[in-house]
T-cell receptor
Framework: DAGVIQSPRHEVTEMGQEVTLRCKPISGHDYLFWYRQTMMRGLELLIYFNNNVPIDDSGMPEDRFSAKMPNASFSTLKIQPSEPRDSAVYFC????????????FGSGTRLTVV | QKEVEQNSGPLSVPEGAIASLNCTYSDRGSQSFFWYRQYSGKSPELIMSIYSNGDKEDGRFTAQLNKASQYVSLLIRDSQPSDSATYLCAVRSGATNKLIFGTGTLLAVQP
């Protein structure tokens, strides 16, 4: 099992540019989560999907953020336009079931907006 | 009040000692509790889960849960330098069913 795969590992972009982060969950997992981690705020849940359907996006900070899951093996988190305060590590995680066990995290994408 | 609170540390213990990490949560309806370990520059890794009051042991790790006090702890026996990491407490909210993380406690085990 390759685990949760995220790309890119690092992204440096200029303010105002569009950024797309990608995630491939563990095969068979039907829940997918996007988290953001900063020193000040820790791990924050942005949005999660169940069977490719967005269930709760209340953590998405602004309309500049959007997420999609077109199929069971792929999800994207897009920021347009990006701002310096978006700089953080973005993690994708997946789980087999919402009510059982913890989540498996990907390696994360370190985003720097200059 | 934060939903999940942890002391940020750093907590420094000598090698071989017991490290005690604590966490409190605000949602009384929470049913599932987890401890994750995160090495610097790495992703969180699940090390313990606990669902009922009392103790749960797994090797050198013991998780303790007291729902009446809304308190979760993690004990690490015979601490090793390789245990040096940030330990994140996570609680599945009874209201939203979402996994909410504390900001983590940095543990430093001194050789």
């Amino acid at each position: 099992d390759a685990g949760v795969i995220q790309s890119p590992r690092h992204e440096v972009t200029e303010m105002g540019q569009e950024v797309t982060l990608r995630c491939k969950p563990i095969s068979g997992h039907d829940y997918l989560f996007w988290y953001r981690q900063t020193m000040m705020r820790g791990l924050e849940l942005l949005i999660y999907f169940n069977n490719n359907v967005p269930i709760d996006d209340s953590g998405m900070p602004e309309d500049r953020f959007s997420a999609k899951m077109p199929n069971a093996s792929f999800s994207t988190l897009k920021i347009q336009p990006s701002e310096p305060r978006d700089s953080a590590v973005y993690f994708c995680a997946s789980s087999l079931a919402q009510g059982a066990g913890g989540y498996t995290f990907g390696s994360g994408t370190r985003l720097t907006v200059v | 009040q934060k939903e999940v609170e942890q002391n940020s540390g750093p907590l420094s213990v000598p090698e071989g000692a017991i490290a005690s990490l604590n966490c409190t949560y605000s949602d009384r309806g929470s049913q599932s509790f987890f401890w994750y370990r995160q090495y610097s520059g790495k992703s969180p890794e699940l090390i313990m889960s606990i669902y009922s009051n009392g103790d749960k042991e797994d090797g050198r790790f013991t998780a303790q849960l007291n729902k009446a006090s809304q308190y979760v702890s993690l004990l690490i026996r015979d601490s090793q330098p390789s245990d040096s990491a940030t330990y994140l407490c996570a609680v599945r909210s009874g209201a939203t069913n979402k996994l909410i993380f504390g900001t983590g406690t940095l543990l430093a085990v001194q050789p």
